[in-house]
Structure formats: structure tokens, C-alpha cells
């Protein structure tokens, strides 16, 4: 079954920029789904960040829009997330999803310096 | 923005019971709309997709129903092993927007 795997960096300074990969086992990124990745901040609820799908298309969060970017590497049957100008607001447990599911364990990410 | 509002806020009940949890939407929207078990310390488990379809392997206690505003999840006899917190999930296609509700914690006494 399909399967996917949060790695990155745990900590992350103050407006510097958040990247994390998800790597996916089981299944193909080019299969045709939305590769999602959704955030959750310690002892909060659940937040979409964004989506990608391997033609290419990409949808986020207005919130976060501006300083977002994921992508896709089919090559390595991964994708990735890119988070900009970081704050301690962006502290969070980050998961990554094929669509609806299943998600990865999730990964926490601190913003501090 | 569709804002999903999730009730009760917190649920205390006992085994053999039944749950019913609660998720409204501000506007009308498509039925896309999933429903998530998150225990402690773990990932999101999607329970029903497409408001009312199972996912594979949930038990058969786990049903869901509804459309428009209003959808309900029913644990038709809980067990021990269903204390989580719960979430309902929306996807509306225009504009396209993903948005979770505020999730119902399940206690079982």
C-alpha cells in the first residue's frame, strides 16, 4: 500500500525559509491524485497548506499563498514543500497526503533562532 | 471560504454507546467532505470520504451521512479504542479551498 515519509529539518530561524520533502512508497507521484501537505500546530487543529498534481497544477491556502511553493520530482517519487519569511506562527507538526489519504506521520518543524 | 463548525466540542461516553458528532457548513458545497480520526501523538486516519463512503479497512460501526450544510458521523457502538479527536474536511471546487473544522474530542469513559 501506499505510503509516505515527512524529512527535514526540525528547526527553522526566524524569517528563513521551511523545506521539507515527502518521499512515497507503494505508489506513484504521477498517479492522479493531489499530493497535499496540511500543518497542525502543537495542540491546535488541522490546516491545508497545498496542494500539487503531477500535470503541473498547484492550489493553496490564500493564507500562506504568497510564501508557499511545492513541487514535484518524479524522478525521485517525491514532492516538496517550500515555506518563506518563516515566523513562530509557522511552528507546527507538517504531514504530507495523497489526497484524503493516507498521510505520513508528520514531521515537527520549530521556528526560533 | 467554507467554515466547517464541528459539535459537540468535547463527547464523554461509554462502550456500547453511540456517537453521534456533528459538522456544519457555512454555505452549501459539494459532498466532498471526509471525516478524521487523530488519536494522540498520531497522524490524521481518514475514516469516510465523499461524505458517506467508507475507507478501506474502518470498521463497520464508522457511518457517515448527510449533504448541503449539514453532515453528522455516527460510532454506532463505541469501543474503547475510539477516544480521538475528530475532524471533518471540505473541498470545495470554486474557488478551491480546502478547510477543516475544529475537530470533536470523543472520550470513552
Known amino acids: 500500500q501506499v505510503q509516505l515519509q515527512e524529512s527535514g529539518p526540525g528547526l527553522v530561524k526566524p524569517s528563513g525559509t521551511l523545506s521539507l520533502t515527502c518521499t512515497v512508497s507503494?505508489?506513484?507521484?504521477?498517479?492522479?491524485?493531489?499530493w497535499t501537505w496540511v500543518r497542525q500546530p502543537p495542540g491546535k487543529g488541522l490546516e491545508w497548506i497545498g496542494e500539487m498534481h503531477h500535470s503541473g497544477s498547484t492550489n493553496y491556502n490564500p493564507s500562506v499563498k504568497s510564501r508557499v511553493l511545492i513541487s514535484i520530482d518524479k524522478s525521485k517519487n517525491q514532492f516538496s514543500l517550500m515555506l518563506t519569511s518563516v515566523t513562530a506562527a509557522d511552528t507546527a507538526v507538517y504531514y504530507c497526503a495523497r489526497g484524503v489519504g493516507p498521510w505520513g506521520q508528520g514531521t515537527l518543524v520549530t521556528v526560533s533562532s | 471560504e467554507v467554515v466547517l463548525t464541528q459539535s459537540p466540542a468535547t463527547l464523554s461516553l461509554s462502550p456500547g454507546e453511540r456517537a453521534t458528532l456533528s459538522c456544519r457548513a457555512s454555505q452549501s458545497f459539494n459532498n466532498y467532505l471526509a471525516w478524521y480520526q487523530q488519536k494522540a501523538g498520531q497522524a490524521p486516519r481518514l475514516l469516510i470520504y465523499?461524505?458517506?463512503n467508507r475507507a478501506t479497512g474502518i470498521p463497520v460501526r464508522f457511518s457517515a451521512s448527510g449533504s448541503g450544510t449539514d453532515f453528522t458521523l455516527t460510532i454506532s457502538s463505541l469501543e474503547p479504542e475510539d477516544s480521538a479527536v475528530y475532524y471533518c474536511q471540505q473541498r470545495s471546487n470554486w474557488p478551491l479551498w480546502v478547510t477543516f473544522g475544529g475537530g470533536t474530542k470523543l472520550e470513552i469513559k
Open positions: 465523499d461524505a458517506s
Open positions: 507503494g505508489g506513484s507521484v504521477t498517479s492522479n491524485k493531489w
